[in-house]
């Protein structure tokens, strides 16, 4: 226990001042061993021999090889691309797409012209053209419209004269009488 | 030698980029290599990280604003990249091989002095249990000789944080070892 808070005490000073590399390396070979510690360096740093000697030419030839690949890469999808896809064939694309919505459009507009215009002709008939016969025949089968209308405008006066006043009767009387 | 901002400088002005990289890289991938395999143990896997930290290296000179030491940003490349390749491990499922670790373990055990031996393996695995960053600390601070503002700059804290990943690890370290 005393050997422990002896300890915490060490490493609270440890903490608490400006520890200088020696003094950091020291604290750990007190604790770790150094010789454990220099051990532990060689065996995991060991590396094959003549590692470093080749190291640069492969990293060189594979910075090389993966900027051929990238490239190579870049070529192939404009080659492998669906004709359509290539600059050249996306302009006839756009050309016939225009074509086909321009000529459906001027299409549909010259039929709704056409329709358009035949109710036209037919209001260029006179009454002239027509006969007698069909006239009478017209006024007959639509009498009723016609009685309908005459009633209507008879309401329309009734209505009128019941707004008139006494001059104005007397006025209206006396234009009737001459 | 050259030093390091002379070869940045040379490199960024596209004069002879291979020659001057190639001189930086031979100035820094002992160090490199040495700080990741005692994250990572493996040779190959060592190999596999140096390599890739070298071709961002190379990808992002260009851009190097030399705020920071070059060896500062280097080793951070290092540092980060093995964090990665730790990270994808786990979620592969898979542990990093002890492989060199286990090769010294069995040379130990014909050593004469066999409480040194299981001294040194209990060392050997109680620096390689610990947390990744308090590892680094420990690696950068006592085999490297860094100071406590490049450390910090390097794994993503502060002078204290630092410090106090240093001073932790070798408590874990002691505790681990007292219990063989």
């Keep these: 226990m005393k050997k422990d808070i002896e300890k915490d005490m060490e490493l609270n000073n440890h903490n608490n001042t400006e520890t200088s590399l020696e003094q950091d390396r020291a604290w750990a070979d007190s604790l770790l061993n150094k010789q454990n510690l220099v051990q532990f360096n060689l065996s995991t740093t060991k590396a094959p021999i003549h590692y470093f000697d080749s190291f640069p030419d492969q990293l060189m030839s594979r910075i090389e090889s993966e900027k051929r690949e990238k490239l190579e890469k870049k070529k192939a999808a404009i080659f492998f691309l669906p004709s359509f896809m290539q600059p050249i064939n996306r302009w006839a694309v756009a050309a016939a797409f225009i074509i086909v919505v321009g000529g459906s459009f001027i299409f549909l507009n010259n039929s709704v012209s056409k329709k358009a215009q035949a109710p036209i002709v037919a209001n260029n008939i006179s009454l002239e053209q027509i006969s007698s016969e069909e006239l009478e025949s017209y006024v007959d089968t639509n009498e009723w419209i016609a009685e309908i209308d005459v009633q209507a405008q008879m309401q329309k006066e009734n209505a009128k004269l019941s707004s008139l006043d006494a001059k104005q009767i007397q006025e209206i009387e006396k234009i009737i009488n001459k | ?180």
């Design chain 2, 1 to 180: 030698m050259a030093s390091d901002q002379e070869l940045i400088i040379q490199f960024q002005a596209s004069t002879n980029r291979e020659a001057n990289f190639t001189a930086l890289l031979k100035k820094h991938q002992q160090k490199v290599y040495y700080q990741i395999k005692r994250m990572v143990t493996d040779h190959v896997d060592a190999d596999d990280i140096a390599q890739l930290v070298w071709i961002k290296i190379w990808d992002k000179l260009d851009g190097f604003k030399m705020e920071s030491e070059f060896t500062t940003w280097l080793f951070r490349i290092a540092y980060n990249e093995t964090l990665n390749y730790l990270q994808k491990q786990k979620k592969q499922g898979t542990s990093p091989s002890n492989g060199d670790l286990l090769d010294y373990e069995n040379a130990s055990a014909s050593a004469d002095s066999p409480k040194s031996t299981e001294i040194q393996i209990g060392l050997e695995r109680a620096l390689t249990q610990l947390p990744e960053k308090q590892k680094v600390v420990f690696m950068l601070r006592y085999y490297e000789g860094f100071d406590y503002e490049k450390i910090a700059s390097i794994v993503g804290t502060t002078i204290g944080g630092a410090k106090a990943n240093y001073h932790q690890a070798v408590k874990k370290v002691e505790a681990f070892i007292k219990q063989l």
